[in-house]
């Protein structure tokens, strides 16, 4: 018969190879009580500028999967808008394309940039975090979004300066009891989502592609004489979505610290192996010969041009 996995809270299990029960961000007193923690990183002003918090009660929402509070929504707005400017800063190259560009068309190119920047790689993010949630929702959990402020003032200053984005905006948290396997599956579903998102960005930049009358921009500023390219911004949007899929989900999918990886290893080698290797070989092959994710949607549009 196999043994409650629910034993594990006032005895150790007599099998090495039980089914463990995770207690997801949390910690046990002397006396057994389980704590939740969700200490603020935020400053005072942090509080007062963005109207977020960390103390608030942690409640099972009675509501569909799709809920979400008011407080969780402060905390995506934060983070989305700090990943979309520094985003765009990426794509102007920090405050050292002025030299480049010019103030004024620096200035010009970074308000076009972040719109743009938001379209192509704002749901990597937002739609990963998603995913960790509602599995999580799912499997009875308390599941909502937090940002981290000092990731993310950490994120603009790098962009700014050196003209790349590494960030930490933050990370679904996760309040409740869950299996090994359950753990697994909340932490493969970011991953899975940003899979998803690569293979729909397939198609969709075919169809760009052949909006674009079968050819890809040889420029790549936003700025033309009189105007701006929409070519130009309309072939980042789609190239931008399948890269930073790519990129964002094999990183998640490293077996270090706090990423996905972790979690999805310690459930089973087989499903992390797999899924790493389905992001790696793209990418290897990105770096190594002249092909690029891209050329699958132009091989598609090929098909019916």
């Known amino acids: 018969m196999a043994r409650d996995p629910r034993a594990d809270f006032i005895d150790d299990s007599p099998f090495p190879e ?3 029960v995770y207690r997801v961000h949390s910690h ?4 057994g009580t389980i704590h939740v923690n969700l200490q603020s990183p935020f400053s005072a002003t942090d509080k007062t500028l963005w109207g977020v918090q960390f103390q608030q009660p942690i409640t099972h929402h009675k509501g569909d999967l799709w ?3 008011e407080e969780e929504k402060n905390h995506l707005l934060l983070a989305t808008f700090a990943f979309t400017i520094a985003l765009g800063l990426m794509r102007v190259g920090g ?3 002025i030299s480049f560009f010019g103030m004024n068309s620096w200035a010009l190119q970074l308000l076009l940039s972040m ?5 192509a790689v704002g749901p990597a993010f937002l739609l990963h975090e998603i995913g960790h949630k509602i599995v999580a929702k799912y499997y009875g ?3 909502e979004f937090r ?4 990731g993310l003032k950490i994120g603009v200053g790098i ?3 050196l003209g790349f984005v590494f960030m930490a905006p933050g990370a679904v948290m996760v309040a409740g009891t869950v299996t090994r396997r359950q753990n697994g599956h909340i932490a493969i579903a970011g991953p899975l989502v940003n899979l998803s998102l690569f293979l729909i960005g397939i198609p969709l930049g075919a169809l760009v592609y052949t909006l674009l009358g079968g050819s890809v921009p040889s420029s790549t500023s936003y700025l033309v004489e009189g105007g701006f390219d929409w070519h130009v911004m309309l072939w980042d949007c789609i190239s931008f979505w399948v890269t930073a899929n790519l990129i964002l989900g094999l990183f998640n999918m490293l077996p270090f610290g706090p990423l996905d990886g972790v979690k999805v290893r310690d459930w089973s080698y087989g499903a992390w192996l797999g899924l790493t290797l389905v992001f790696t070989l793209p990418l290897v092959t990105w770096i190594f010969t002249p092909w690029s994710p891209m050329d699958l949607a132009i091989g598609l549009a090929s098909l019916w041009m």
């Open 18 to 20: 039980s089914n463990t």
């Open 28 to 31: 046990q007193d002397q006396s």
């Open 147 to 150: 940002s981290d402020p000092q």
């Open 115 to 119: 719109p743009v920047m938001l379209l």
């Open 95 to 97: 405050v050292l394309g």
């Open 141 to 143: 959990c308390w599941a």
């Open 159 to 161: 962009a700014a300066l």
């Open 67 to 69: 809920h979400f509070s």
